[in-house]
C-alpha cells in the first residue's frame, strides 16, 4: 500500500466508448503524474501536474484528457480509443520544488481497446 | 536528452544466485538514480536511491553504487529469494528538471528454487 489509489484496476471499452481513470493520494503531495506502461517499452511520462496546474504534456494526444481539480485526485478522461492504446496506466505523486522526491505510484489500470 | 539502459531480461537464477543488473544512463546536468521494482499486478516501487557520486543505495539487501566515472548504477543481491522476482527499473531525474523520472525497459528476474 503506496497510499496511491487507482480505480478501476482493469477496464475493457470500445473504440467510441467514453471512460475515466480516477486516482486518489493520501499522502499531501502537490504533484502527480500519468504513464504509460507497455510491454518491452519503457515508462511514457503523459501528464505532470504541480498544484493542480499541468506542467508537462509530453505531446500525448488529444483522444486522452486530463483532468487535476485538487492536488488529491487525478483523472484521465478517454475516448475515442485506438487499440494500441491499450496497456497499464499508472498515476503518481510525490513532493514538488527542487527534489528529487520519490514518486509514489498507484497499481495500474489494465486497458483493453477492442 | 536523459536516457537509461539496462540489459534486457528476462534474467533467471536459482534461489540464493547472486545477482547483478547493469544499469547504464547519459543526463543533462547532474542526475540522481533510483532502481524501482514492480511486483506482478502492482505498481512501481521505490527499491533504492543514490543522489550523488560514490553514494550507496540499499534495501532489502539490494544495493547499488553511483559511478559517475562509468555513468553507471548497477543493482546487486548477494543472495536471491523466489520472493524477489519481479520486474526492476532503473531511473534517473535531474535537479531543476521538475522531478521527471527517465525510466529504463525494465528487467524481469526470475527466481526458481
Known amino acids: 500500500e503506496t497510499g496511491v489509489t487507482q480505480t478501476p484496476r482493469h477496464l475493457v471499452m470500445g473504440m467510441t466508448n467514453k471512460k475515466s481513470l480516477k486516482c486518489e493520494q493520501h499522502?499531501?503531495?502537490?504533484?502527480m503524474y500519468w504513464y504509460k506502461q507497455s510491454a518491452k517499452k519503457p515508462l511514457e511520462l503523459m501528464f505532470v501536474y504541480n498544484f493542480k496546474e499541468q506542467t508537462e504534456n509530453n505531446s500525448v494526444p488529444s483522444r486522452f484528457s486530463p483532468e487535476c481539480p485538487n492536488s488529491s485526485h487525478l483523472f484521465l478522461h478517454l475516448h475515442t480509443l485506438q487499440p494500441e492504446d491499450s496497456a497499464l496506466y499508472l498515476c503518481a505523486s510525490s513532493q514538488n520544488g527542487g527534489g528529487p522526491y520519490e514518486q509514489y505510484f498507484g497499481p495500474g489500470t489494465r486497458l483493453t481497446v477492442t | 536528452g536523459n536516457s537509461v539502459t539496462q540489459m534486457e531480461g528476462p534474467v533467471t537464477l536459482s534461489e540464493e544466485a547472486f545477482l547483478t543488473i547493469n544499469c547504464t544512463y547519459t543526463a543533462t546536468g547532474y542526475p540522481s538514480l533510483f532502481w524501482y521494482v514492480q511486483y506482478p499486478g502492482e505498481g512501481l516501487q521505490l527499491l533504492l536511491k543514490a543522489t550523488k557520486a560514490d553514494d550507496k543505495g540499499s534495501n532489502k539487501g539490494f544495493e547499488a553504487t553511483y559511478r559517475k566515472e562509468t555513468t553507471s548504477f548497477h543493482l546487486e543481491k548477494g543472495s536471491v529469494q523466489v520472493s524477489d522476482s519481479a520486474v526492476y527499473f532503473c531511473?534517473?531525474?535531474?535537479?531543476?528538471?521538475?522531478?521527471?523520472?527517465?525510466f529504463g525497459t525494465g528487467t524481469q528476474l526470475k527466481v526458481e528454487l
Open positions: 499522502l499531501g503531495h502537490n504533484a
Open positions: 531511473a534517473l531525474t535531474v535537479t531543476g528538471g521538475g522531478n521527471k523520472l527517465t
